[in-house]
């Protein structure tokens, strides 16, 4: 088959599976809500378990209705990974139900604790859970608002729903070949501000060059701006 033939090939399979990545994440986004209404919560946080090899918060929330203030406290000190509810839920396969204190507080010096924005927000427990699917990837599942989880039934149906949503997440693919290498160091440069000047001065890259690894980014992620790629390709986990 020509060369050009496969590419064509190619590019028309990617939207397909941008699509389908976002379909899965709006329907994880969907079971949660309906968690939250069922069960009476305000907030929800779903997202892998943080590694040695993925330590940000952005790199590990894969879905969250939680509010700006919170997500940007917590992506910019990384308090995901300091959590000691992170280090509690390691070292154990049981719910844990907490109030702010365990989830927002840093054990290292200089760092506040974020008690009082969590409970302005209403978090005033969570419902924290570590979960593993068939590939025994782990992830976190935190269920947060006005009242406490007492009853060991309504524990056991919120664990059932919880592994009803991370079997639904894993089972479909991931479209981790979407961007070759240069696309994916193109938009993290663009997500941190940079224009195709700056990044062509970063990588040793023409203007132009860049502007093509920005264009085909573009086109497979079915964005219409630079801005549009670099959020859907951050959502995706793709940056």
Known sequence: MPAHSEQRKTKSSDPARIVSEIARVNSLQSRFRSMLKGHNFRYFLFGTFPAPGRPLFADNVLATNWPTDLLNAYKFRNLLTESPLIRRLERTVLPVPTMPLLLARAPHPG?????????????????????????????VCLMSGRRKVERHEEMAMLMMALLGAVDSYSSRPRPTDVLTPRERECLRWASAGKTSREIGQILALSNHTIDGYLRAAMEKLDAVTRTQAVATASRLGLI
Do not use: C, K, M, W
């Open 111 to 139: 760092h506040r604790p974020q008690d009082g924005i969590f409970i302005n927000e209403g978090f005033s427990f969570t419902f924290a859970v570590a979960l593993s699917d068939s590939e025994q990837r782990r992830y």
